[in-house]
Each structure stands twice: as C-alpha cells, then as structure tokens.
C-alpha cells in the first residue's frame, strides 16, 4: 500500500488524470448556452433590460475585484485549495440559478460566478506544480484538449436535449449542477502540491529551519529575463551569486512585499520589450472586447429570434464556434509566417475581420446571419489569441509568461469593466443590446486602425533599413 502511494505521489499521470477529470466536469455545463432564455423565461420571469443593465454587469465588477487577490492567493495556498473554492462556487452558482429568484438573487448568482473565472487560473496553473518540466507540453495539450471537448459535447448536448428531447431549461441546469458537483468531488483527490511559481518556489535555498521563521526576501531565485531585452550587464548581474540572508531575518509580510516587488520588476523588463509590448496591448484590448461580445450575445440572439417563440439554437451555435476556434488555432502550427514582419499586419486585417462580424450582427434583423457573424467573430479572434501566446510564450520563462498572462487579462478586465460601466450598466448609458454590437464593432474598428498604421510603420521601417544595408554594401 504504501509502495503504491509512493508510486501515485511521483507520477505524472495520476494528477494529470483527475486534473483533466475536473476540468472536463467543470466545463461540462449545458444550460450555459441558454442562459438568457432562462432568465427571461417563465422560470424567472426577468426582463431583457435587467439581465442586460443590471445583472450581467455584476460578473464584470466582481471578476476585477477578486482577480487580484486570487492570483496571489492561488500561489501562496498552492492551487489546489483555490480549485476546491472554484468546486464550491460552482455549485452555489448553480443552486441559486436553479432554486432563487429575482434581480438580486441573479446578481448574486454573477458574484460568484465571477469567484469561478477568477480562479480558473489554479487548473493551468496546478499541473505544472506537481509534474516535472519534461511533461509540460503533453499535460499543458491534455488539459486543454479536454476543456475544448467539454464544452463541445455540453454544447451539442444541451442542443439535441432542447430540440428533441424538448427538455427544459430548469432541467438543463440541474445537469450542469451534477457536472459541477462531480468537478468538486474530482478536485478532492488532488494530490496537494509542494511548490508553487513565486512563493514555495522548489529551487530557492531555503533558509535554516527554525520555529516561527519565514523565508527570507529575496531568496527566490530571478527568473529568466526577457530573451530579446537582455543585455550582457543584465545577463551577468542575473548569473551572479547573490548574499544569502540569514535565516529568520524576514517574516511571512517581508517575504510577500519581496514577491510583489519581484513582479514588478519582472513586469517593467518584459514590457520594455516593443514586441512584447505591441502583442500585450493588443491581447488587452482584443480580449476586453470579445469577453463583452460573448457576455451579451445571447441577449442579442433573444432580440432577433424571441426564445418564447422562436427554435433555439444557441447550443449548435457555441459548439461550431468551438470547433472553428480549435481548428484555427490548430492550423496556426503549420503556418509558416515572419511574425516579426506580418505579425501587427495579421492583427489589424483580422481585427478588421471582427469589426466587420459585429457590426452585421447590429445592422441585420437575420438570426441566421447573426450566428454566422459570431462564429466568423470567435474564430478570428481564436486564430489570433494563439499567435500573441505564442509569440509572447516564446521569448518568456514559465514564470513570467504566468506573470504577463494574467497581468494581460488584467488589463482587459479593467477595459471590460470601462466598457460595462460606460456602455451597458444602468448607471451609465445604459444602451439597448443592439446598440452596443454597433460600439463593440466601432471598437474593433478602431483596433485596427492602430495595428494597421503600426503595421505599415514596421514594414516601412524594415524596407528602409534592407536598402541602407544594402547601399551599404555595394558602396566602393
């Protein structure tokens, strides 16, 4: 017994087994698809005015407000805590969507709903904390696979439940409450990891242990530094051998003000990198605006085809629109492209791709046409979401592509949160959902505006340097 719970604790393959297990259970959710025909069904009742100005908006507000503190929670409690308070607000989201009623009660709903995409971090995040470096890229491709087909077969099967089966939307909700139970339960078997990326990093010398003692500052070692911004004083200063503090010269507050200041400063040389800058900014604004897109959709799908007398296909909708975004981001592998050239130049031309999607799902009355611009809209901004990972992954220590990936989506929340405040919530414009696709499309407009006149710069700029060095080169 024994020799077989020393054998699970070194494995790989039994955390990454429940891992995906959970994460296939915690996507497997499909009522998710018909959310707005639920809310503004007979099972409660709601007008589209409130779900869209007064309900909705509450995801965005408390997203921003726990995403920061959740981040740095999930490290410190080493990820597999944070997923089990992920299980529990699952499960509480779905029981008050199941059994509560009103504004208040659906706003409620959003909160936590808002603590479950606050903490999706700890999925990603817990795999590479208890398997070693040479399986990251097999366990990172399971993990992801299993959410993409989760959310695929809960899209199909919500479809063919509500279509032929003539399930309701009640009971739709009671089945992604049971999925989301069993993601609790998987969660449980999780075995608890011994490290983390910033604050029980495995590498740091530790300090002599003694009661009452903490790390010290600064005993985590640097990560890698920005590959394209890294000069030989940083490179040598980085390589040097730092004084080793004395044991219990710092508490647990000292040691967490070090890591704040070691992420700051990790930010300030990533983001002094122009290409890692310019693929940021756009991942920042590109991703604030889908997040809108996706949160108001149905809205719009209800407005155009009234779910109480009209077929419904929201599910058929989302699973297609799954399918394009793997298949995009799949067929980005095999295209062989200087990014470093065409890159901002792929940016603006696709975002100008989903500009146009959005803006004909304001200016059409079609049903049909609104779904074929959406999945149009998801599978550009899928193709597109995969080539910024990729080239800020490529330049980046795990570390620090952690730190700018949820630094990123950071400052996407809070350009959502603008765009909620300003656009969508009661207390400020609050505009009627077809007039926000017509912002959420001048939006990407003006999106690629700013890539496409970066873009021509860079290509500018590089013919130029090619015909000086050229020049150059024939001159006697």
């Not at 295209?335 to 791709?353: Q, T, Y």
Request: aromatic share 12%; net charge neutral.
């Amino acid at each position: 017994m024994d020799c077989w719970k020393g054998a699970v604790s070194h494995s790989w393959i039994y955390p990454t087994v429940i891992i995906c297990a959970n994460g296939f259970f915690t996507t497997m959710r499909p009522s998710e698809s018909f959310l707005t025909p639920y809310l503004t069904g007979p099972d409660k009742n709601l007008t589209a005015e409130e779900v869209t100005n007064q309900i909705f908006p509450v995801w965005t507000y408390s997203y921003l407000a726990l995403l920061f503190p959740v981040f740095l929670l999930t490290d410190y409690v080493r990820y597999k805590p944070v997923l089990l308070l992920q299980g529990l607000s699952l499960i509480v989201t779905w029981l008050l969507l199941l059994f509560a009623h009103g504004v208040v009660a659906m706003q409620l709903v959003e909160f936590f709903y808002g603590m479950v995409t606050a903490t999706e971090v700890a999925y990603y995040a817990y795999i590479y904390s208890v398997v070693s470096s040479q399986h990251y890229q097999r366990v990172t491709s399971y993990c992801r696979s299993v959410t993409l087909v989760a959310a695929t077969v809960a899209a199909v099967l919500g479809q063919l439940l509500v279509s032929l089966a003539g399930v309701s939307y009640f009971h739709l909700n009671a089945i992604s409450l049971a999925s989301v139970s069993l993601a609790f339960v998987c969660a449980l078997f999780l075995p608890m990891p011994q490290r983390s990326m910033f604050f029980h990093r495995k590498d740091a010398p530790e300090p002599v242990p003694g009661p009452g003692k903490g790390l010290a500052v600064g005993t985590a070692p640097r990560p890698q530094s920005c590959q394209e911004e890294r000069s030989p004083a940083a490179a040598a200063a980085a390589g040097a051998p730092s004084p080793q503090p004395q044991a219990g010269s710092a508490g647990p507050h000292r040691h967490l003000l070090g890591v704040l200041l070691q992420l700051g400063r990790d930010l300030r040389h990533c983001y002094g990198s122009r290409k890692l800058l310019c693929w940021s900014l756009w991942w920042a604004l590109a991703t604030a605006g889908f997040n809108q897109v996706v949160n108001y959709v149905q809205v719009l799908w209800d407005l155009r085809a009234p779910s109480h007398s009209s077929a419904v296909y929201n599910g058929a909708v989302e699973a297609i629109a799954t399918f394009l975004g793997s298949a995009t981001s799949m067929a980005v592998g095999y295209v062989k492209v200087n990014w470093d050239l065409s890159g901002e130049l792929a940016l603006g031309i696709f975002s100008a791709l989903d500009s146009g999607s959005l803006l004909l799902m304001h200016f059409t009355d079609n049903i049909w046409a609104c779904y074929a611009g959406y999945l149009a809209f998801k599978a550009c901004y899928m193709l597109l979401i995969t080539i910024a990972t990729f080239q800020i992954a490529i330049n980046l220590s795990m570390e620090r592509y952690a730190l700018m990936f949820g630094f990123n989506n950071f400052v996407a929340l809070v350009i959502q949160t603008i765009l909620t405040v300003v656009v969508v919530d009661s207390g400020g414009l609050g505009l009627d959902i077809s007039t926000q696709f017509l912002i959420y499309g001048s939006y990407f407009a003006v999106i690629t505006g700013i890539f496409l006149i970066r873009s021509m710069y860079t290509i500018i700029s590089i013919k130029c340097r090619n015909t000086s060095v050229a020049a150059e080169s024939t001159a006697p």
